[in-house]
């Protein structure tokens, strides 16, 4: 749904504020391209790709933060 991706969106920009990553490095990190993090961060829907791209990183950093 559209509200949950503004969710998602509003989650990573603020991630990525609080760690004090580029968007350029925390792209790299999801393995997506700076300028799709960006239109993500923004708001702008996602291709099914990016989305489990998204997913797949925040799972892996939930399991690093609870190591």
């Not at 920009?13 to 391209?33: D, K, M, P």
Request: aromatic share 4%.
């Amino acid at each position: 749904s559209e509200a949950l991706m503004r969710r998602l969106a509003k989650l990573i920009a603020n991630y990525r504020l609080l760690e004090r990553q580029t968007c350029r490095e925390l792209a790299a990190e999801i393995g997506i391209s700076a300028s799709t993090l960006s239109r993500i961060e923004h708001g702008e829907k996602m291709d099914a790709a990016t989305l489990w791209a998204v997913l797949a990183w925040i799972v892996d950093t939930g399991e690093e933060k609870e190591a």
